[in-house]
């Protein structure tokens, strides 16, 4: 199995480090069984007598909590439940619902390890690969997708908004005895963007904030003259209506292409910019 398609999405968090959510479509023949996702994907302990790097890299970056009984004030615990629904259960092999649903394997073989002063067994493990803690030294949770609409989880992020900072100016009280000066706390308040150095570098370097291989390109689909305009709140829109370069989309230059073009007409309107590129500024496809 090869990844085919990739996406992914870059935020910071509030320490600042650069965080990222990906998703990897594989290229397979047949549905992933659970052998295929166990040699990927894990959510146990490794035995610390056979990989003790693997098991130090598991108790350090991917031990859920703990949270539930072991600690009721843990920051996930809502209405007295955890709300990423930990500890998990037992099960002694991986399993795959019909819906696509993994459960992982979490066998109750008595191997732990210690957080915060609590024994942790395999139903706190997050799932994960071994070999890309080992190398990265970093949380890394892996899973498999079961499902499509996963992608609207990444996109979320790139139309959020940037962290905002709220700051307030504050004067230093003078003589006690001197008159009041009346401070409008309205115009003393500041709504401010909130930049870690990290992201400011990151965005500096001009590395990727969203990525997506292979590309996509959105293509219209209209009735005839009821095509989407964009236009600013300063354009004259009699001028919008009258220009003749807004009548054209990439439906009706697909159209004009297959009359100019035989080589055009062999392919669909979906299959069409594998072959053909789009050129916005003429509005024209090109071979």
Not at 183 to 193: A, G, N, P, S, T
Request: aromatic fraction near 12%; glycine fraction near 6%.
């Amino acid at each position: 199995m090869l990844p085919c398609t990739v996406v992914y999405t870059i935020e910071f968090q509030k320490r600042g480090l650069p965080h990222v959510h990906l998703i990897l479509w594989l290229k397979k023949d047949k549905p992933i069984d659970a052998a295929q996702i166990d040699a990927f994907i894990s959510a146990q302990l490794p035995n610390p007598s056979v990989d003790p790097l693997g098991f130090e890299a598991v108790s350090k970056f991917m031990i859920h909590g703990p949270c539930g009984s072991l600690n009721t004030s843990s920051p996930c615990m809502v209405d007295g439940k955890c709300d990423k629904f930990y500890p998990k259960n037992f099960s002694e092999t991986t399993t795959i619902a019909g819906n696509g649903q993994v459960t992982y394997a979490r066998p109750n073989n008595g191997i732990t390890t210690e957080k915060n002063g609590v024994r942790i067994d395999n139903t706190f493990v997050v799932p994960h690969n071994v070999d890309l803690l080992v190398k990265y030294q970093a949380h890394i949770n892996v899973e498999s997708v079961n499902g499509n609409g996963m992608e609207k989880y990444l996109f979320k992020y790139t139309n959020k908004g940037p962290d905002c900072a709220k700051a307030a100016l504050k004067r230093k009280r003078g003589n006690p005895d001197s008159p009041t000066e009346i401070i409008d706390e309205i115009k003393e308040y500041l709504d401010c963007r909130y930049v870690t150095p990290n992201d400011a570098a990151w965005r500096l370097l001009q590395f990727d904030i969203h990525y997506t291989n292979p590309s996509v390109e959105r293509l219209a689909v209209h009735l005839p003259l009821e095509n989407g305009v964009l236009y600013t709140e300063d354009d004259y829109l009699d001028q919008v209506i009258e220009n003749p370069s807004n009548l054209i989309t990439k439906l009706t230059a697909w159209f004009d292409a297959n009359q100019q073009y035989p080589e055009a007409r062999q392919y669909t309107y979906v299959e069409f910019p594998e072959h053909w590129t789009w050129h916005g500024d003429g509005k024209y496809w090109h071979i």
